[in-house]
């Protein structure tokens, strides 16, 4: 992973390296972990309610619709109402009914979505969370989370990592030595 270059004249180890990319692994996970969490919780408590409560209103108005289809359906049977009425009420009852079905379709649609991203979230977290607890840097970690380590002249190595914590874009400077 850090290749040894007299040339440069850095004076690191590879043991040094290793331990200071793995301490520097080890923070951005958690600072990973705790920004999903933190997001989690919020877009839980936001968005989740307003859309169940809409999806809960619009089920209830798509039965109480479907409901005051029968009478008007009675009444033109009845006489009581022309052919052209019933065709115009019918045509809003469909539109009505479309309209809404439609919205709960998308909703739920949401719904799906966001379930599912918040299970490769969870995913995400527990395969960060096994490395995290790594004592040493293996050759998988480094091939999944990390792009590429630059050494400096100065002892400072620079970290390009394969993931984006949201908090220092992909890459870290740490001092070493």
């Known amino acids: 992973m850090v290749k040894e270059c007299k040339c440069r004249s850095a004076v690191i180890s590879f043991e040094e390296a290793d331990q200071t990319v793995l301490a520097a692994l080890k923070q951005q996970i958690q600072l ?63 539109e009505e009914t479309a309209r809404l079905e439609q919205r709960l379709q998308e909703l739920q649609s949401r719904q799906e979505i966001q379930q599912e991203n918040h299970q490769q979230i969870e995913k995400n977290i527990s395969q960060l969370k096994c490395y995290a607890d790594q004592m040493e840097l293996t050759e998988e970690i480094k091939e999944k989370l990390i792009d590429k380590v630059k050494v400096y002249s100065d002892n400072r190595i620079e970290i390009c990592w394969k993931f984006d914590s949201g908090f220092l874009d992909t890459q870290t400077m740490h001092k070493c030595g």
């Open 32 to 94: 990973f972990i705790k920004a999903a969490e933190l997001s989690k919780e919020a877009k839980k408590k936001v968005t989740s309610y307003s859309e169940r409560a809409e999806i809960t209103t619009l089920i209830k108005s798509i039965a109480t619709l479907k409901k005051t289809w029968m009478p008007l359906y009675e009444q033109y049977t009845d006489g009581k109402l022309s052919r052209e009425d019933f065709l115009m009420e019918k045509k809003k009852y469909d």
